[in-house]
């Protein structure tokens, strides 16, 4: 049975960066949920503050479940080795937030 889907925004806290998320299931009438990030500070996965990501909407069960999902996203994307430099090499508080980026991300 088809989800109606769900539409929404909330703030998750990720190594003290807070983190609007907002997202939409089902979207343009697709199986898959896009989920935006926007944070004034840096993270693994935007350079630009901004990050737009389309997962495969059986990835994330039920809306409860996207703040962790989003959370385990970062997590995995601080894995990186180049992470740490590029943390190091950036202002204590980046501005960048009239950039913007889409970059596909799909959870298979």
């Avoid at 199986?31 to 935007?46: F, N, S, Y």
């Avoid at 996207?66 to 202002?91: G, K, M, N, Y």
Wanted: proline share 6%; hydrophobic share 45%.
């Amino acid at each position: 049975m088809a989800r109606n889907g769900w539409s929404g925004a909330l703030t998750v806290t990720w190594q003290n960066r807070e983190i609007a998320v907002t997202f939409e299931e089902n979207w343009l009438g697709g199986a898959l949920w896009h989920i935006e990030l926007r944070c004034d500070d840096i993270l693994p996965v935007p350079e630009t503050g901004y990050r737009s990501a389309f997962v495969d909407r059986d990835a994330i069960p039920e809306k409860a479940a996207i703040a962790a999902f989003v959370l385990a996203w970062l997590d995995e994307a601080a894995t990186d080795p180049a992470w740490p430099a590029r943390l190091e090499a950036s202002p204590a508080s980046s501005s960048s937030s009239d950039q913007h980026g889409s970059i596909p991300y799909a959870v298979s």
